[in-house]
């Protein structure tokens, strides 16, 4: 998509060239709802890509959708708000579900995210923005939130499931908010059968 303009799916299915990608040039605003966006012959497709340069407001909002088997399903680059809500992101084998470098404001709530190497992954992430990960569901995932080098001041991570993971939280060189208190836990439900796995580090 080019500057200055706005794209929406809505109520639409979306079929997509192996390799392919969706690709939101800064000032490009990308809505997605009530949508199926999948690859062609239910191959693999490239996922959406992002770079907003900051642009004030929202810049992907994917609300009542489904992106299937996208390799790397959302990536983006300087994204100042990113909101997913109530869809399903779910691949065999998929990259990385959600990626943000150097983003501001986020919200990934109340969806399904299954079968990546990473789930939710983070760099750079600036302070002092409000942020949430919050009644979400990630199953079959390698490393479910996985930050670096951010400023995660203000990010909820609350009344999660986490289920068939090798690593739950991992976050380095990473500053978090607390979490639940002394005496209310965040509400987040880490379950793997037999061996302990890491589970926050």
Known sequence: ?????KVTFLNSLVIIAAGKKINANPNT???IKNSIIIGEDGGTWGGITANSNYQTGIGILIDKSVLLNADNAVS???LAELQITQSIIASANGQKALFMDRGQKFTVDNSLIVGYQSAVSTSRTQ???ISKITNNQFVDIKQ???M?????????IACNLFRGFNKGLVAQNTTLNDQGTATLSAGNV????????????
Do not use: C, R, S, W
């Open 190 to 201: 880490f379950y793997q059968p037999g061996t302990q796995q890491d589970y926050i580090n």
């Open 29 to 31: 605003i990308l809505e």
């Open 144 to 146: 479910v939130l996985e």
């Open 76 to 78: 983006t680059d300087k």
């Open 1 to 5: 998509t080019g500057n200055n303009t």
């Open 148 to 156: 670096a080098n951010d400023n995660h001041t203000n990010l909820e």
């Open 127 to 129: 302070p002092n923005f």
